[in-house]
């Protein structure tokens, strides 16, 4: 759902063997919040930290610290649930997601503008449920926004170049971090039980 990612929801099909799939037994609203957890810029941070090569382990992925279906409120899965299927649902293979998350309409154009939009508002969702305050959000984004342009760390330069390129400007930073200021003047903070 991200530029930076590990995971995918993907129709029924066939694939190669260095692809792993996870099937979750739980109700399509957590998977659905499991999709976004896994495919945001906070857990994409961690697991990069983690990953030596080019290939995320099963036993990489059992130790990344992803959000645990019980944790969810039901405002949580109310803000993250209807995100989801505008994100996946762009061809008609994913419809049947789309249909189990509630969602009976003609599947989404692609919208790079929406779309950024949506992931922002993610992003920010879940580096509030890791309880990342601003500058540490901001440090996962561009290190050096935060230590200095002569910081030898980067994070997601590819995505940072590719988008100062495009945009003029590192987009997904600015609408994170908008993103992540509205929600807390919002008030809205995620109520994980059990987690943190």
């Given amino acids: 759902m991200n530029g930076p990612q590990f995971s995918a929801s993907i129709p029924a099909f066939a694939?190669?063997?260095?692809?792993?799939?996870?099937?979750?037994?739980?109700?399509v609203e957590l998977s659905a919040?499991?999709?976004?957890?896994?495919?945001?810029?906070?857990?994409?941070f961690v697991a990069r930290q983690q990953v030596g090569g080019t290939h995320l382990t099963v036993e990489m992925v059992k130790q990344l610290p992803i959000i645990p279906h019980t944790a969810y409120s039901e405002a949580d899965l109310a803000?993250?649930?209807?995100?989801?299927?505008?994100l996946t649902y762009t061809s008609h293979s994913m419809a049947p997601f789309a249909r189990d998350l509630g969602y009976e309409g003609a599947h989404f154009a692609?919208?790079?503008?929406?779309?950024?939009?949506?992931?922002?508002?993610?992003?920010?969702?879940?580096a509030?449920?890791?309880?990342?305050?601003?500058?540490?959000?901001?440090?996962?984004?561009?290190p050096a926004?935060?230590?200095?342009?002569d910081y030898p760390s980067e994070t997601f330069r590819v995505l940072k170049s590719n988008e100062e390129r495009k945009f003029g400007e590192y987009r997904t930073g600015r609408l994170v971090l908008a993103a992540y200021d509205a929600l807390l003047a919002k008030g809205l903070r995620p109520r994980?039980?059990?987690?943190r």
């Avoid at 509030?128 to 561009?142: K, P, Q, S, T, V």
């Avoid at 926004?145 to 342009?149: E, I």
């Fill in 15 to 27: 694939i190669a063997h260095t692809i792993r799939n996870l099937f979750i037994h739980q109700p």
């Fill in 128 to 142: 509030l449920a890791y309880g990342l305050i601003r500058d540490e959000l901001r440090y996962i984004l561009d």
């Fill in 145 to 149: 926004d935060v230590m200095g342009p």
């Fill in 33 to 44: 919040a499991f999709l976004a957890n896994v495919s945001g810029i906070p857990l994409d």
């Fill in 192 to 195: 994980l039980e059990g987690y």
């Fill in 110 to 126: 692609w919208d790079e503008d929406r779309r950024a939009q949506l992931r922002s508002e993610l992003d920010a969702w879940y």
């Fill in 79 to 86: 803000f993250i649930v209807p995100r989801v299927p505008e």
